[in-house]
C-alpha cells in the first residue's frame, strides 16, 4: 500500500500563489506516475498536471498551462505542485493521486492510489 499526504492548501486572493506538498509513504518504489486533480462540488474530478517518477516528463491541464508547475524531489518521496497567478475558477479541493503505470492518464480512475485531499480557495 501507498499512503498520499497532502499539505499546502488555503486562502489565497487572485493572482497570489500556493504550493501543495504531496508525501508519498509505503510502498512507493512501484509507483510510475503521480498527479494533481482537483474537484468541485457537482463537477466530475479534473487532472491538473502529472510527473513521471521515471524521467521526470511533465503534463498539465491547459487551464492552468504557464501557471502551474509540478515538479518532484524523489529523495523526499514528495511532489509539489506550485500555483502562481491564480484565478478564483482555481478553487477546489486538490487531491493528490499516484498510480502503477509508466504511460500518462488523465482520468481518475487509473490512479491507485488517493490522498484525503487540501481545500484551495481564492478570493476575487
Known amino acids: 500500500q501507498v499512503q498520499l499526504v497532502e499539505s499546502g492548501g488555503g486562502l489565497v486572493q487572485t493572482g497570489g500563489s500556493l504550493r501543495l506538498s504531496c508525501a508519498a509513504s509505503g510502498r512507493t518504489f512501484g509507483i510510475d506516475r503521480m498527479g494533481w486533480f482537483r474537484q468541485v462540488p457537482g463537477k466530475e474530478r479534473e487532472i491538473v498536471a502529472a510527473?513521471?517518477?521515471?524521467?521526470?516528463?511533465?503534463h498539465y491541464a491547459d487551464s492552468v498551462k504557464g501557471r502551474f508547475t509540478i515538479y518532484r524531489d524523489n529523495a523526499k518521496n514528495t511532489v509539489y505542485l506550485q500555483m502562481n497567478s491564480m484565478k478564483p475558477e482555481d478553487t477546489a479541493v486538490y487531491l493528490c493521486a499516484a498510480r502503477q503505470g509508466a504511460y500518462y492518464t488523465s482520468h481518475p480512475g487509473e490512479y491507485n492510489y488517493w490522498g484525503q485531499g487540501t481545500q484551495v480557495t481564492v478570493s476575487s
Open positions: 510527473i513521471s517518477t521515471i524521467d521526470g516528463s511533465t
